[in-house]
């Protein structure tokens, strides 16, 4: 299985994005799956999570600004991101949890600033 991520570019303080990841197939046994955001000269950090149960997580970065979503049919992951800040400025990575492995995306590019 692979994953491609889209959706990244330039916007303002305080726009909105919507960032996509489609699965080349179907994940058997799928545990999770993620979003993480690497900025430059920083660590990769997390930034959302769905379980196949819809359940969602976020760190406190986020929450409230960002969303996660799926659409199970079209194998496509979603993050809806709001209300953007400069320090949101990083490559956005999806990720598929497995009961045998995880599987990334190659990343997309979001940058925030005026």
């Known amino acids: 299985v692979q994953l491609q991520a889209s959706g990244g570019g330039l916007v303002q303080p305080g726009g909105s994005l919507r960032l996509s990841c489609a699965a080349s197939?179907?994940?058997?046994?799928?545990?999770?799956m993620n979003w993480y955001r690497q900025a430059p000269e920083k660590e990769r950090e997390w930034v959302a999570t769905?379980?196949?149960?819809?359940?969602?997580k976020y760190p406190d970065s986020v929450k409230g600004r960002f969303t996660i979503s799926r659409d199970i049919a079209k194998h496509i992951l979603y993050l809806q991101m709001n209300s953007l800040k400069p320090e949101d400025t990083a490559v956005y990575y999806c990720?598929?949890?497995?009961?045998?492995?995880?599987?990334w995306g190659q990343g997309t590019l979001v940058t925030v600033s005026s």
């Open positions: 769905i379980y196949p149960n819809g359940f969602t």
């Open positions: 197939a179907r994940i058997v046994g799928l545990r999770a």
């Open positions: 990720k598929a949890t497995s009961a045998w492995s995880d599987v």
